[in-house]
């Protein structure tokens, strides 16, 4: 069985079964520097050990570097603000190296670039070569495009998809065997909450469904996001690609947006799901949002599945996981959660989940 | 005659000031600053501040500004036995000559629009400028960056121009706080290209100074680090741009504006080497791979030659559209206008794809509020790459790789001990990480 069916068999399985529940660890940590090691080894043995995910295997690693790395919010390094801390990365590595994992691939689809994911996570204000002695077999690319593959991924999403029935990808979300997700704890300005599930929008590349993606074949060159095609349909994805399933698409970002998610996250499946709560925003994603401002919740929370880590969340943000549109966090969209959950990938009833650690009284941190 | 012509002489190591008062006791606050030449206002009733300036081997101007009797201004300044004065402004040619007809230091500083390349004069400037910081953008996006005000661009096509010493005199906004880091920013956006920002405090700030208030003397005691770390330094002036990218451009029309092509090169942080028009030679595009031409109506037949030359022995030129030309700056404007800024664009986009992820000296990561300047030693056996930094928080994790292969790396900052930083092999050259930068930082390379 190749990884493509395997993908697919595994997902087609959870689309039939009741929506699957799996613990959240939250964890206190105050800070990106002293302590973190031991903070992120407890949730990850309260989650049941690295080892047991990792060792032997590919484990590739979606980052949240989310806009242009120019864009800083007060001035400040990124990842005190909207972006993944580049420590805690090195810190996951290096446990994930110790955990004997073969290889360590991060990704990220990298804003209006081609180019490689090194220079993108220097101009970040990463220290790459720090990262890479993190662990043995660390590997970067960029997924905007081909990027080190000879052909695109075309991960189906099985059962009844929402939007689109099957996504290219770069090659390094099938070329993997376990995925990891390592969201920014932040509010979204279309989706309300931007966790793990949302972090998924990136690893489509802009190369096939950006707003300069070529018309007939993918554009290997992008300098732009996604916002005409996916957010606004305005534009479709390149024809060599699958195409949206609706022949009249709904041009409502807080419609499409999340159901695109939701099918990325049932063509991907999150193996894991990291959520980076020791400083960050509030009030959008990034600086373009206004009314954004800093936060220090001071919290890591971390599952295995990444719908109820993302309810625990939004639980610990303040809000109800299970809020329809028209309640914040979700005043003018859907719930991607709820649709996710709608879609079999995991439940955002917390009755049902087992939070480890912290519970979720002791680390709210309300968001509004 | 003969003190002038001794100011004259120094003017090109002067470090001038606009000073807010005549009293001779403020000069106690010039103590552990380099600042060697005051610009006052007007010339003081009597000797005492002059003399006692001249103690501390400080040399007073004082300011005249257009409207003046320059006459009665320059006899008012010889009586108070000042060295000269600093005619700021719009000036008729007859009232140079009243000026200059005195026998004492004349500094011409006049408006953007009317800059005049005397090669006679010790100080070539303008009296205005953008206010250096990072504007705000009138609405954000994911994709925008922070465009940096910036005189580097106008300052470094100057300075290839003249070999005077180069002065800007612009003045912090009006009903506007101003933080010190605004103030290092200011000093160090020319200084790093060799020219200086007459230091010019505002009104609050010059009061609290005055009064001796702590917050202001420690501010000010940045800014006289600052200065003298420009001065500890001041052989880089004479250094040469290392680069790779040459930019060709006339010395008429709008090339004399901010904002324009050497800025959008600046703030994408390519070391770019202005080459004037008239001084185009084959030795100056003698280590030059690609060559911007801004103003190719501007060229001799001899120098399109030395283009062509150019081209054939493998260089790449990218010409500006025929016909393409800014036009010349109006009265009072120092920046382009959108429709000037739109007509750039044509030129930029070329630019922008000819320069790709090539590495013309350095490539610079992480320094989006900042502005870097690349220069040479002499005999090209050091570099410096200087940065500064126009955020309001220092910068972390600045990575630079550099074209060519170094074996040694030292980090130099306002107030600091050298650090020697660590250097390794990346394609096509060397890399160098630099932990931290808080106003100005400079790696000097062997």
Redesign the interface.
Known sequence: MTRRELLGLTAALLARSQPPAAPVVIARAESYTAGLEPVLSTVFDQLGGLERLVRGKTVTIKLNLTGSPALRFQGRPLGVTHYTHPNIAGVVAQLMGKAGARRIRFVESCWASGGPLEEYLLDSGWNVRSLQNAAPGVEFENTNNLGKGKRYSRLKVPGRAYMYPAFDLNHSYEDTDVFVSIAKLKNHDTCGVTLSLKNLFGITPASIYGDDAGEQEPNENPTKGRAESLHFARRRVSRSAPQEISATPNPDPGYRVPRIVVDLAAARPVDLAIIDGIETVAGGEGPWVEGLRLVRPGLIIAGLNPVCTDAVATAVMGYDPRAGRGTAPFRQCDNTILLAEAAGLGTADLSKIEVRGLTIEQAKYPFS | MVLALLLALNLADAVPARWPSADPKTLDLLAETPINVLLLERAPAGTAFSEASAVRGISVLAVVRPGADVAEAVRQAAAAKLAGVMLEGAFSASAWDAARSAGLAVVELPPRHELRLNPAAAVTGVADGVWPG?RAQAK???????WIETNTGFLRYLRANTTAAVWIGNVPPANTVIPVTSYLAAIADAAVVGARWIVALDEDFSRRLLAREAAALKDWARIGALLRFFEEHKKWRRWRPYGQLAVVQGTDGGTILSGGILDMLVTRHLPVRPVPAPKLTAEALAEARWVVNVDPEALSPEQKEVLRNFTRAGGTLLNAPPGWKLPAPQPGQITLSDKELAQIDEIWRGVNSMIG?TNMGVRL??V??MISSLLASPDGKQVVLQLVNY???P?????AHFLGKFTRARLLAPGEPPRELEL?PVEGGTGC?IPQVSAVAALVLE
């Not at chain 2, 954000?140 to 922070?146: D, I, R, S, V």
């Not at chain 2, 910068?395 to 990575?399: A, F, H, L, N």
């Open positions: 990072i954000a996006a994911a994709t925008g960056g922070p992820r990561f992480n989006a509020g955020t309001s928080y910068v972390e994790s600045v990575t390794y990480d």
